[in-house]
């Protein structure tokens, strides 16, 4: 089975706290993992792809654990722009559509 | 504009009707996707159209669903006798290869459907 599992939250947290999330999926033949960000009624919106060794952008931070079959993002000093629903997303190769998208999990930054 | 073009925006119709929602890609874009999000759920996969290769229709939920590429461009995903679980929003996406390589599709902002 394709499952990418998320904890769907809210994180309520008060700007400039770091949060993590974290992300389970069921196949350790996936192949790519990617992080998207979707604004309350918007499209999804590629935030980072994450690499086997890590990787950051900015205060973002994602990590891949194959062993253990999950990634993270980590945000550092959070913004209230920050405040979205965070998308997990896997790729278990093969045919396209098994771009699998987890449910995502909501962030909620608050002054 | 230059991004995934979507319509109609919201469409509302009646139980039992037929539905077509529009989705014109970003211009060279060759891979097309359709998804579903209900309120609170994740992304649906629906189908997949890459350049001249048969569509990947394998996530569609009935045979009511189906779908077009005319000319390797524009798409139209058709829903036949519509039913309530229907309602959803429909989000097209675009990719200049298979997005799952790069992980980079350029998602539309839907059409929001509602059956009533």
């Known amino acids: 089975r394709k499952e990418v599992e998320q904890d769907p939250g809210p994180f309520n947290v008060p700007e400039g706290a770091t949060v993590a999330f974290n992300c389970t999926y069921s196949n350790s033949a996936s192949q790519s993992f990617f992080w998207y960000r979707q604004d309350c009624r918007k499209e999804p919106k590629l935030l980072m792809s994450v690499y086997s060794s890590g990787n950051e952008d900015g205060r973002f931070t994602a990590q891949l654990n194959r062993a253990s079959q999950y990634i993270s993002l980590l945000i550092r000093d959070s913004k209230l722009s920050d405040s979205a629903t965070y998308l997990c997303v896997v790729f278990y190769g093969g045919s396209q559509g098994n771009l699998i998208f987890g449910k995502g999990t909501k962030l909620s930054v608050k002054p | 504009g230059a991004g995934v073009s979507q319509s109609p925006s919201n469409k509302v119709t009646e139980k039992g009707k037929d539905v077509e929602l529009r989705c014109d890609p970003i211009?060279?874009?060759?891979?097309l996707y359709w998804y579903r999000q209900s309120l609170g759920q994740g992304l649906e996969f629906l189908i997949y159209f890459q350049g001249n290769s048969a569509p990947d229709k394998s996530g569609l939920p009935s045979d009511r669903f189906s779908a077009e590429r005319t000319g390797g461009s524009v798409s139209t995903l058709t829903i036949q006798r519509t039913q309530q679980e229907d309602s959803a929003v429909y989000l097209c996406?675009?990719?200049?290869?298979?997005?799952?390589?790069?992980?980079?599709?350029?998602f539309g902002e839907g059409s929001r459907l509602t059956v009533l």
């Open positions: 996406a675009s990719s200049a290869d298979g997005g799952a390589n790069t992980g980079e599709l350029f």
């Open positions: 211009s060279g874009h060759t891979a």
